[in-house]
């Protein structure tokens, strides 16, 4: 009697055991609204400002001619490139072209790890972000004891 009762109860665990497995996919969960808006897009620089020194409140654009073709994509996988376009930029306005990128959800920022010209890191916080704009500001530290608050916007 033992044995037929051990035999079901290890022929119920089995069948249960089984279901649960047949239950669980392994899909992954799908991204945060951000990533999906922010993702496999080219988005085109638009303008990059910083404030004026001399009107407060107000900005001044210092993005150049050469951008007007300049493109960045934040790929699925996880790696951002700027594609810059037929007109050359001096690489001083615009010095990191590739690398990795992440998007922190807590602070509303996307972080970028740069390879070339070296590794550097930045965090772009995150003003707007809809399915045509993206608009970040950063604190743009070439020479650290002049750092400079810049905003880019870019659509698509």
């Not at 669980?24 to 990533?35: K, R, V």
């Not at 900005?59 to 951008?67: E, K, Q, T, V």
């Not at 490139?81 to 509303?108: H, I, M, P, Q, V």
């Amino acid at each position: 009697m033992k044995k037929q009762n051990l035999v079901k109860n290890f022929f119920a665990f089995i069948a249960t055991g089984t279901i649960l497995i047949a239950c669980n996919t392994s899909d992954p969960a799908p991204l945060p609204e951000e990533l999906q808006k922010l993702i496999q897009n080219d988005w085109k620089i638009v303008d990059i400002t910083t404030p004026k020194k001399a009107a407060p409140g107000g900005d001044s654009s210092i993005r150049l001619a050469c951008m007007d073709d300049d493109l960045i994509l934040f790929g699925a996988n996880g790696v951002y490139e700027l594609r810059d376009g037929t007109a050359k930029c001096d690489s001083a306005t615009f010095y990191y072209s590739n690398g990795y990128w992440g998007y922190k959800l807590d602070t509303d920022s996307i972080q970028l790890a740069t390879l070339t010209p070296a590794s550097k890191y930045f965090a772009w916080k995150v003003l707007t972000l809809n399915d045509s704009v993206l608009k970040v500001t950063y604190m743009d530290s070439i020479n650290p004891a002049n750092k400079i608050l810049k905003t880019i916007s870019f659509k698509k």
